[in-house]
């Protein structure tokens, strides 16, 4: 009889263990590019003021403020938006076509344009005229779109471009809750194509991360843009999975925080595993940009960002890896029971130390209050403040009589310090 037990006991751990397993890799499977619905409109935002000479798409009035749509680009009265919406085709993230088109969009050219076919002059007249093609951003004439190819190449960023025709959605989700999502993804024959995923949050940099979002929208294939206060950054890795053949290229921009975000979340989706590893590029916003430092893509930026510097920059970038560590932390027995372990991983350094608690500290200050902690110079001074704080109160004094540091095994004499600095 209690060999039966045992036997009912094996096969009910078995079960779980197996239950598990296959739940684990359904969960890890389930990740989907998620795409905007076209047919339902553009994507609007507001603007008080135009910062050049703009018409409306669709009354053609001279207008100061209204919206534009960040994806193929047109602007419109706030009146004109439903109107907009219904005979305005937005830039198309898949199609069926054998190649792509030009998605021409009239007027609103940007200063000192010059037709691709005639090479003259063009939008320069004060009302909304000629065109302007949201994929390979040329300008053209009107008089002249007869004579100009029907092909698009995708112009200048080809090779960063995933094409729609290369694209192909579906609808997913239960009833009432539709979606689409990337369903398959061809490769395009293009010489050292490397398709860009831009990772990014809009609300971070104050501003930035919007604003960076945005350019590679209108730039991209919209689909290759995700914005994380929406997406998981694993939703937006899928787009490797969907490439197994090819290296994708991801611009992840943001603070260090939501750089070691991504970069966990390509060491969850075993990427570099199974897949040819994913180039990572840093475009630094806000403050705690170490790692972007350390690996050359500069400490931050301030003022105006340009996405097409930042594409170009990429372009003659090299790739290098990067040492993660597995730091684990074990906490002191409590009455002779050992507390469950905690493992971080960690991209450039870890600290104990005051100078751990300097961040610390900013950190709760920055979550409490973060009306505060508006731009990068007032981060700076308060960074600066809880660092002669933190310094001046000497929390963390006799940090060397606490720690016992050990290299290979061998015990190591500590100075009087206040902080430790792993490198
Ligand atoms: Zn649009
Ligand atoms: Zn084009
Ligand atoms: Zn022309
Ligand atoms: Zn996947
Ligand atoms: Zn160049």
Not at 245 to 258: E, N, Q
């Amino acid at each position: 009889m209690a060999f039966f037990y045992v036997l009912v006991l094996c096969a009910a751990f078995g079960l779980t263990v197996v239950v598990t397993k296959i739940w684990r890799r359904l969960r890890q499977r389930h990740y989907e590019v998620p795409a905007r619905d076209i047919s339902k409109g553009h994507r609007w935002c507001m603007t008080d003021i135009f910062s050049q000479p703009t018409y409306c798409n669709v009354s053609e009035n001279h207008i100061i403020h209204g919206a534009f749509c960040d994806c193929c680009g047109i602007c419109v009265e706030d009146e004109n938006i439903k109107e907009a919406n219904r005979i305005l085709k937005c830039k198309e993230l898949s199609t069926n076509h054998l190649f792509n088109r030009h998605h021409w969009l009239r007027g609103n050219l940007p200063h000192c344009s010059k037709c691709n076919v005639c090479g003259e002059d063009c939008g320069n007249l004060p009302q909304l005229c000629d065109l302007r093609c949201c994929w390979c951003c040329r300008h053209i004439h009107e008089r002249c779109l007869k004579n100009a190819s029907e092909v698009c190449d995708l112009g200048y960023y080809k090779d960063c471009i995933v094409p729609p025709n290369c694209v192909r959605l579906k609808l997913v989700g239960i009833k009432g809750r539709r979606h689409l999502v990337v369903d398959s993804v061809r490769a395009p024959n293009i010489t050292g194509w490397k398709p860009l995923i831009v990772i990014a949050n809009r609300k971070s940099g104050n501003g930035d991360g919007e604003n960076i979002l945005r350019s590679c929208r209108a730039l991209l294939n919209p689909a290759q843009v995700i914005d994380l206060s929406e997406i998981s950054p694993e939703c937006g890795l899928e787009w490797c999975h969907l490439l197994p053949l090819v290296t994708c290229r991801i611009l992840v921009a943001g603070g260090d925080g939501t750089v070691g975000w991504v970069l966990q979340a390509i060491d969850n989706l075993r990427l570099k595993v199974y897949f040819p590893s994913p180039e990572v590029c840093i475009l630094p916003l806000g403050t705690g940009n170490d790692l972007a430092r350390v690996l050359n893509w500069g400490d931050g930026y301030t003022g105006d960002i340009d996405v097409q510097d930042i594409l170009h920059g990429m372009r003659h970038a090299d790739a290098v890896k990067l040492d993660r560590w597995r730091v684990e932390v074990t906490r002191a027995k409590h009455f002779g029971i050992r507390m469950p372990r905690k493992t971080l991983m960690m991209n450039n350094y870890a600290s104990i130390g005051v100078d751990a608690l300097v961040t610390l500290n900013f950190h709760r200050h920055r979550e409490s209050r973060p009306i505060l902690f508006g731009s990068r110079l007032i981060n700076k001074f308060w960074y600066f403040t809880y660092g002669t704080k933190d310094v001046l109160e000497r929390e963390c004094k006799d940090l060397h009589k606490k720690v016992t540091v050990e290299l290979d095994g061998q015990s190591i004499e500590l100075p009087e310090i206040e902080g430790i600095v792993v490198l």
